[in-house]
């Protein structure tokens, strides 16, 4: 179910892999996106199971269409989720009670939280999101709802000796942000998505934990324990990123 799990004083998060689910054939089983080709109400209930195992109320679970943008939305009151779902790429709240779930198959997701103040975020932050920066808005938007020493946790995503981009492309993304700049394994140009966030967010300020540390965290090689869009292509599954401020 959850390829990490941490329960702060105010603060669930938790990253899915694609373990525990009810989706069968490439979507085996914890798919949490509809729009591959699996069944949306197996994915209803898939993202159900993940939300309370979280410990959160599915009923106030917050999706967000992910356009690979810079918009941040921000989740205010106990409103219910907006259907159709906004477009963003963060949402960002400080309403006890509001799951927040970002939907990511090799971009990186990222949990953001001021434990203390009890205010998080999600972030979907592929190529397109590194280079717009989506990390550093969300982590303004949360400072503007009271966030004040922020930490971040950086998941599952692809790895910066397997994400394979044509030369100039690695040139475009690294001249905007360095860090990004990586080789493959068999040493062809790549990108290291996941060091740029981490660049963006120390740059903002937020103590960033990078599952990568401690786990071996590649969507493309843990082809047993995630999802890949790259390995899999559009039939790809979606893994998860969750928060929420315990109501
Ligand atoms: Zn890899």
Same mark, same amino acid.
């Given at each position: 179910?959850?390829?990490?799990?941490?329960?702060?004083?105010?603060?669930?998060?938790?990253?899915?892999?694609?373990?525990?689910?009810?989706?069968?054939?490439?979507?085996?089983?914890?798919?949490?996106?509809?729009?591959?080709?699996?069944?949306?109400?197996?994915?209803?209930?898939?993202?159900?199971?993940?939300?309370?195992?979280?410990?959160?109320?599915?009923? *106030?679970?917050?999706?967000?269409?992910? +356009? !690979?943008?810079?918009?941040?939305? @921000? #989740?205010?009151?106990? /409103?219910?989720? %907006? &259907?159709?779902?906004?477009?963003?790429?963060?949402?960002?709240?400080?309403?006890?009670?509001?799951?927040?779930?970002?939907?990511?198959?090799?971009?990186?997701?990222?949990?953001?939280?001021?434990? *203390?103040?009890?205010?998080?975020?999600? +972030? !979907?932050?592929?190529?397109?999101? @590194? #280079?717009?920066?989506? /990390?550093?808005? %969300? &982590?303004?938007?949360?400072?503007?709802?009271?966030?004040?020493?922020?930490?971040?946790?950086?998941?599952?995503?692809?790895?910066?000796?397997?994400?394979?981009?044509?030369?100039?492309?690695?040139?475009?993304?690294?001249?905007?942000?360095?860090?990004?700049?990586?080789?493959?394994?068999?040493?062809?140009?790549?990108?290291?998505? %996941?060091?740029?966030?981490?660049?963006?967010?120390?740059?903002?300020?937020?103590?960033?934990?990078?599952?990568?540390?401690?786990?071996?965290?590649?969507?493309?090689?843990?082809?047993?324990?995630?999802?890949?869009?790259?390995?899999?292509?559009?039939?790809?599954?979606?893994?998860?990123?969750?928060?929420?401020?315990?109501?």
């Amino acid at each position: 179910m959850f390829a990490f799990h941490e329960s702060l004083a105010r603060v669930d998060l938790a990253f899915t892999d694609r373990h525990g689910g009810e989706s069968t054939g490439p979507w085996s089983a914890l798919n949490l996106a509809a729009g591959n080709g699996d069944d949306p109400d197996t994915v209803e209930r898939n993202l159900h199971l993940a939300v309370q195992a979280l410990g959160g109320d599915p009923r *106030r679970t917050h999706l967000a269409r992910q +356009v !690979h943008g810079r918009d941040v939305h @921000v #989740v205010n009151g106990d /409103a219910a989720p %907006a &259907v159709p779902p906004p477009e963003a790429d963060a949402m960002v709240t400080a309403e006890p009670g509001a799951v927040l779930v970002v939907r990511v198959a090799d971009c990186v997701p990222i949990v953001l939280a001021d434990d *203390r103040a009890g205010v998080v975020g999600v +972030v !979907h932050a592929g190529r397109l999101g @590194v #280079v717009a920066d989506v /990390a550093t808005a %969300a &982590v303004d938007a949360m400072r503007s709802l009271g966030a004040g020493d922020v930490r971040g946790w950086i998941g599952p995503r692809a790895c910066e000796r397997c994400y394979e981009v044509p030369e100039d492309m690695r040139a475009a993304v690294a001249q905007e942000v360095p860090p990004t700049w990586s080789t493959t394994s068999w040493d062809t140009p790549a990108l290291d998505l %996941a060091a740029g966030v981490a660049s963006q967010l120390e740059a903002s300020g937020v103590l960033v934990h990078d599952l990568a540390d401690d786990l071996h965290v590649c969507t493309i090689e843990g082809e047993d324990d995630y999802f890949s869009y790259r390995r899999q292509g559009e039939r790809s599954g979606r893994l998860g990123a969750l928060v929420h401020v315990r109501g």
